[in-house]
């Protein structure tokens, strides 16, 4: 965009222009050739649209360099913090989850343990009900927004890629009894990394995949018995 941001731009120049700048095939290069000439895109206003697009692109290169600045800072600090080390051997959390899960609660040995951090993050469950009329339950949403969402952002990437969490979310929605939707057991998941967070945080423990799986291992265990 930055050598060519017009569709107009990109038809007068051609494919094999394009190829010698892009240093891509000559099969992308022709495609984006086509799609610049079906292009329903300006024809008026070309130099201060070529300025707006310069601008943007300023911007964003600025706020790459600043993100790649902070992430160095965030991985030379986060290992200066008793128990980084070992919650970072939880597949599926990355420096950037820790960073902003500890920037939101702080020194773990303020905590006598994982609930209270549960209630901090608003993901402690409460009944809706009115009366003598009991309804379903759901979380209190009265804690800290940004650590609710850090939460389950990661644990929705951990349901994919950590196989201990991708048990226990297959677990906790096909049970026979009291089957979760899956927003539910993504919300049960988040109250578990906090705990595990916690405990490998406070004792300096590595992450144990036979802790973790205690449900589906009992469940396992009733259906041999």
Not at 3 to 11: A, K, L, R
Not at 150 to 178: G, I
Not at 183 to 201: D, E, F, M, P, Y
Request: charged residues 25%; aromatic residues 4%; contains cysteine.
């Amino acid at each position: 965009m930055q050598e060519f941001p017009t569709p107009g731009e990109i038809v007068e120049l051609g494919a094999e222009a394009i190829v010698q700048r892009w240093k891509k095939d000559v099969k992308r290069a022709r495609q984006l050739v086509e799609t610049a000439r079906s292009s329903i895109g300006l024809t008026e206003g070309l130099p201060a649209a070529k300025i707006e697009i310069k601008t943007l692109l300023e911007q964003y290169d600025m706020f790459a360099r600043q993100l790649e600045e902070i992430l160095a800072e965030v991985e030379r600090l986060l290992p200066q913090i008793p128990g980084t080390k070992e919650m970072l051997t939880v597949p599926g959390v990355a420096v950037v989850t820790l960073a902003g899960f500890l920037a939101e609660v702080g020194d773990l040995r303020g905590y006598e343990h994982g609930q209270q951090i549960i209630r901090l993050a608003g993901l402690n469950l409460k009944e809706n009900s009115s009366g003598k009329k009991k309804g379903k339950s759901s979380i209190t949403k009265r804690g800290r927004a940004r650590l609710r969402a850090l939460l389950f952002r990661a644990v929705v990437l951990m349901v994919a890629k950590n196989a201990e969490f991708k048990a226990l979310h297959q677990y906790f929605t096909k049970r026979s009894q009291n089957p979760l939707k899956k927003k539910q057991s993504i919300v049960a998941l988040c109250g578990k990394l906090i705990r595990i967070l916690h405990t490998l945080g406070t004792k300096q423990v590595r992450y144990d995949a036979n802790d973790v799986l205690g449900p589906v291992r009992e469940a396992q265990l009733q259906k041999t018995a």
